[in-house]
């Protein structure tokens, strides 16, 4: 069996080596299509050893069936320029894709997503393997689909995927994916398709676009509420199980708390919640609201409510696939900073309320989640109460998950346990070598262990020099000045 990895690029010198340096070892042929790249896009295919061709653009459908046109594999596996797959992920997809029954003519992988600091943004499923049969067709210039691929089976298989890393290119996307949607919505009406359900969905994915662009223009929440507005009236009857129903309300609250219409916002949300009532993001969205209009007693609740049904859907559904769908919270990207640092700032605010500490460890014991225990040992620790108790609980709880290992080597390294520190800090970068957090607080504690070697030095700078510039923390300057200073000084004494 042989399988043929597919790449369409433009302007991707940044991120294709990353790929390509996954794929060359495990795919015989990769075929890179070009769509107009004016960088080293092409010089770096080439470098890889890939076979290129150049397309004219005219939506992502007509380019990935011009590559599946070049494949010789048994089974096509599309890759997108920022994704990454290791070595073990990939071995697992050929052994599933061996024993598949031949019924099924197509496959899902999940997409891991990662935030900018390396931390797991979310997790979704995508159909991207499929048989290398004529009658198989991608349909769509943006947000495209499988056609005559009927059974799909979902690959116990992880990708990592990197496209949250630069604002302006999310901007560039939004923008281009917009356009596409404009043309299609507008080819539909002309051929009197305006009645069927993916009309309605193309104004959901309009939406999401003009989603990202409210983040840098909030003009653009307007068009956010206006195609709303539509989809709803598209749609008629709601459906609970629909994730595109399901997600609308999402992107309506947010934009209108936003555009600070805070009782339009409180309207949907309401009628969110009758939709799907534990619904984790619409907790977060009640938060949200109830904090930006002063509200913090149930701002604080309703934060600790949507850390425990992420918690609760993590345990039961950790790559977020329900009955075939991908009920995945996009707000999950904020949980790890909600625990570690909103709650303990409304806390404050609340002035040490003892019920809402009471609260979160009602949740805590009831779920034994992660993000609760997290944001439940971050007040402890506040009142001066051990919160080492709770951490070890999550560590075994949650001994394959990254940020449990560090949360226990930060907790070592405020008390100055820097070889107790080292252990639990290797382990999560171990488990997420993307994390710049424990990458610079590792190089920090075995700094502190008085290992000065020039590669240790080097390694500890690097990865501060990251964690400072993703994510601003000031924290992290003194050790990277002693860290300079070491290295100068090792240099000076050879």
């Known amino acids: 069996m042989m399988i043929s990895a597919c790449v369409i690029v433009k302007n991707e010198e940044k991120n294709l080596p990353r790929l390509l340096n996954s794929l060359r070892d495990k795919f015989k042929e990769i075929i890179v299509v070009d769509t107009g790249s004016t960088d080293k896009t092409v010089e770096i295919a080439k470098n890889f050893g890939c076979k290129i061709y150049g397309i004219k653009w005219s939506g992502f459908a007509d380019a990935r069936n011009y590559a599946v046109s070049k494949a010789t594999g048994d089974w096509v596996w599309h890759f997108d320029a920022d994704f990454e797959i290791d070595d073990e992920e990939f071995l697992k997809a050929k052994r599933q894709l061996l024993l598949l029954d031949e019924r099924y003519n197509s496959a899902d992988v999940i997409i891991e997503n990662y935030n900018i ?7 979704s499923s995508h159909c991207f393997i499929h048989r290398n049969k004529p009658e198989i067709k991608w349909k769509g210039k943006v947000h495209e689909y499988l056609e005559n691929a009927e059974l799909t089976f979902g690959l116990d298989v992880k990708v990592k995927h990197f496209g949250y890393e630069d604002d302006e290119v999310l ?23 305006d009645v069927l359900p993916e009309y309605a969905y193309k104004h959901f994915y309009l939406i999401q676009s003009y989603t990202v ?36 309300y999402t992107y309506i609250v947010e934009a209108l708390i936003k555009l600070e219409r805070y009782e339009d916002a409180r309207k949907y949300l309401e009628e969110a919640f009758k939709l799907k009532p534990y619904y984790a993001d619409y907790f977060y969205l009640k938060a949200l609201l ?52 909103k709650l303990l700032l409304l806390f404050e605010k609340l002035k040490k309320d003892k019920t809402k500490r009471d609260y979160l460890e009602k949740l805590w014991k009831k779920g034994r989640g992660l993000y609760t225990g997290i944001a439940l040992s971050r007040i402890l620790k506040f009142l001066k109460e051990d919160e080492g108790s709770i951490l070890r609980k999550l560590y075994k709880l ?45 190089a920090y504690a075995r700094m502190n262990l008085g290992i000065s070697d020039e590669k240790t030095l080097i390694d500890a700078v690097l990865s501060m020099k990251e964690y400072f510039e993703k994510t601003g923390n000031l924290s992290v300057l003194p050790a990277l000045k002693r860290c300079l200073f070491l290295l100068e000084r090792l240099k000076t004494d050879k």
């Open 213 to 248: 662009l409210g983040f840098s223009d909030s003009s653009y929440f307007e068009k956010v509420v206006e195609m709303a507005e539509k989809y709803f009236s598209l749609r008629g009857n709601l459906d609970e199980n629909n994730i595109f129903d399901v997600h609308v």
């Open 290 to 341: 109830e904090e930006v209009t002063e509200n913090y007693f149930i701002a604080f609740d309703s934060y600790c409510e949507f850390l425990a049904e992420i918690d609760g859907f993590m345990k039961t559904n950790p790559f977020g696939r329900l009955g075939g769908l991908t009920f995945l919270s996009d707000k999950a990207v904020h949980a790890y900073h909600i625990a570690s640092d």
């Open 398 to 442: 949650y001994s394959n998950h990254y940020l449990a290992y560090f949360e226990m080597g930060n907790y070592f390294l405020t008390k100055g346990e820097f070889d107790r520190a080292v252990k639990y800090l290797e382990r999560s970068v171990e488990l997420n070598p993307n994390f710049i957090a424990a990458k610079a607080f590792l």
């Open 117 to 123: 600091d390396g931390t797991i943004r979310s997790y």
């Open 171 to 193: 901007r560039q996307k939004a923008l281009r994916n917009i356009e596409l949607l404009k043309s299609e919505i507008e080819e539909m009406e002309k051929k009197n398709l």
